[in-house]
């Protein structure tokens, strides 16, 4: 794990690159030098009643320039301040934080992203890409209009669905999935937690181990270094995992997904 580096970061550009998202560039280069793809940074946040920060996973690292992308859906006060920065504003940054993807050498990679879940897995794909490896990616979306442009995943090949088959797969992410699944491949998976259960089911029942699979986990949240105990997800071991600690990124054997609730829509 790196060092979590504590900045001001200086906000150098913000857009809609799809509907209901948001992305923010800011200007960080000691972070930006050692944050790895399914790390995540705690911003902060200056509006009335908002005193925790709040974590976002770094969705674009690019260490010539010192900067890094954040991808997000405005929710609630903090996201709602944080899609208000403009250019030349300064936002606290904590990270990076957690443990990032660990792809191994062999497998095929297949990146499997829902909604916003797909922010960790632009800045994998652009890692594997540079790591001269050619990642399949996955995305799924309610509708055409809230998928990322395939152009922010140079090199991959790119696969859509949508809930409305307004483009590509007609249905969920998960079924488009089950047409490509093999055994030989390794999957990184984020989204939502009825999403990520589906999957771990495709996988039991396809025969691929557990252990291929990298889930980026996006639980509640409050101090984001172990100590509040806010993000604790049900371990397969027994006890509990810390998603800010153990994770974000953990392998799927780690968890018991019986006792995972959906915390954002349960
Ligand atoms: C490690 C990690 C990485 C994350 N990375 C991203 C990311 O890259 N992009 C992104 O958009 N979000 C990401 N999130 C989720 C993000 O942190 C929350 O959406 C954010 O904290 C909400 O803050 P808020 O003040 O706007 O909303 P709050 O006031 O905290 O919440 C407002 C309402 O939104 C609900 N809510 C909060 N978070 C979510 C969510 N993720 N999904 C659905 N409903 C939610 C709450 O339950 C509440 O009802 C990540 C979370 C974690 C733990
Ligand atoms: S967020 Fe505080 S212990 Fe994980």
């Known amino acids: 794990m790196s060092v979590a580096v504590l900045a001001r970061a200086t906000v150098v550009a913000r857009s809609a690159p799809m509907e209901g998202a948001v992305e923010l560039v800011v200007l960080d280069p000691a972070a930006a030098n050692i944050a790895q793809p399914g790390q995540f940074f705690q911003m902060g946040v200056e509006a009335p009643h908002t005193l925790l920060p709040r974590p976002y996973s770094v969705a674009a690292v690019d260490p010539d320039r010192g900067r890094l992308g954040f991808l997000f859906s405005v929710v609630g006060a903090g996201s709602a301040w944080l899609s ?32 916003l879940g797909i922010a960790p897995l632009v800045a994998l794909s652009a890692w594997l ?50 047409t490509v699944a093999a055994r030989e491949q390794e999957w990184f998976v984020c989204g939502p937690t009825p999403m990520l259960q589906a999957v771990i089911g495709l996988a039991d029942a396809l025969g691929l181990p557990r252990q291929r699979i990298q889930i980026a986990l996006e639980t509640p949240m409050g101090c984001g270094v172990g100590t509040c105990l806010g993000c604790v997800t049900p371990a397969a071991a027994g006890g509990y995992l810390l998603a800010c600690q153990d994770g974000p990124c953990v392998r799927a054997d780690r968890v018991d997904w019986s006792r995972v609730e959906d915390a954002f829509h349960g």
């Open 84 to 115: 208000s920065l403009e250019p030349g504003d300064r936002v606290r940054l904590i990270g990076p934080l957690g443990r990032g993807f660990t792809p191994s050498p062999g497998a095929a990679p297949i990146c499997v992203g829902g909604g």
């Open 129 to 178: 890409v540079a790591a001269g490896r050619r990642p399949v990616v996955l995305q799924g979306a309610r509708e055409a209009a809230r998928l990322l442009p395939a152009d922010r995943f140079p090199g991959a090949r790119i696969l859509t669905a949508t809930d409305d088959s307004s483009a590509g797969w007609p249905g969920s992410v998960v079924g488009l999935l089950e």
